[in-house]
């Protein structure tokens, strides 16, 4: 692994964690529109996005041609990849190459489930 590879690395952990411990995000959750990225079961990032019904949608963020961490463009409304530029919309398919395949549809992450549906305290 290079050194520009390490450090790309570290600050996106950061970025991942700042998404996962935000206060403002944790306190109001996605809004229409919004996506961010958390780190699913697996360990892989797991972007996510919010429709305008509200509705969330999880794609493994993960880059099909060459396994490059995805970042959400908002003005565009995509998935794009950093390292060659392909794009995927919301729901994986893919946009532009040079990605020939889409993204994997998964769960959403339990930490954004709880944030948009607390669920009801007992007693
Ligand atoms: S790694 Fe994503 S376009 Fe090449």
């Known amino acids: 692994m290079t050194i520009w590879r390490l450090a790309t690395r570290v600050l996106d952990s950061a970025r991942l964690l ?4 935000g206060r403002h995000q944790s306190e109001r959750g996605l809004q229409p529109g919004e996506a961010t990225i958390v780190i699913g079961k697996n360990k892989k990032p797991v972007g996510v996005f919010c429709d305008a019904g509200g509705r969330l949608h999880a ?4 880059c099909t041609h060459l396994d490059w961490e995805l970042e959400f ?3 565009s409304q995509a998935w794009a ?3 060659h530029g392909a794009r995927f919309a919301t729901d994986g398919a893919v ?3 040079p990605a ?3 993204l994997t549809v998964t769960a959403i992450p339990e930490q954004l489930r709880e944030t948009r549906s607390p669920r009801p305290s007992a007693g």
């Open 18 to 21: 700042r998404g996962l411990t």
């Open 59 to 62: 794609v493994t963020a993960i």
């Open 100 to 102: 020939r395949i889409p």
């Open 95 to 97: 946009l532009s190459g």
């Open 81 to 83: 990849c950093p390292r």
């Open 73 to 75: 463009d908002p003005g």
